[in-house]
């Protein structure tokens, strides 16, 4: 049973970067046409699809965040890397991690196979 956990600091400054990492177990981030994607959903808003990167390494992004979002990955330690630069109160959310077969940017439950538990990030001085 693959299984996502998110993992990163819960309070960033303002203009600071945000970096969250997701750990997946149970199954490798390189299996074939899997896509690993980063999601975050501030408090009282929808949810809004940041970015992905696929089994291949590839990456894509959500055009409102590409100036500022990174996705990496480590592939001897199966996880996956989000990183959002110059953060604002703005991007105060929760942030989560999922797997799915194939590429989507939906943000949808059911669109994904597999999703972290979510982590609160809160951005304040």
């Known amino acids: 049973q693959v299984q996502l956990q998110e993992a990163g600091p819960a309070l960033v400054k303002p203009s600071q970067t945000l970096s969250l990492t997701c750990t997946v177990s149970g199954g490798s981030i390189t299996t074939t046409y899997y896509y690993w994607s980063w999601i975050r959903q501030p408090p009282g808003k929808g949810a809004e699809w940041m970015g992905a990167?696929?089994?291949?390494?590839?990456?894509y992004y959500s055009p409102s965040l590409k100036s500022r979002t990174s996705i990496s990955r480590d592939t001897a330690k199966n996880t996956f890397t989000l990183q959002l630069n110059s953060v604002t109160p703005e991007d105060t959310a929760v942030y989560y991690c999922?797997?799915?077969?194939?590429?989507?940017?939906?943000?949808?439950?059911?669109?994904?196979?597999?999703w972290g538990q979510g982590t609160q990030v809160t951005v304040s001085s």
């Open positions: 990167i696929a089994y291949s390494g590839s990456t």
């Open positions: 999922a797997g799915r077969l194939g590429y989507s940017d939906s943000v949808a439950r059911d669109e994904h196979d597999y």
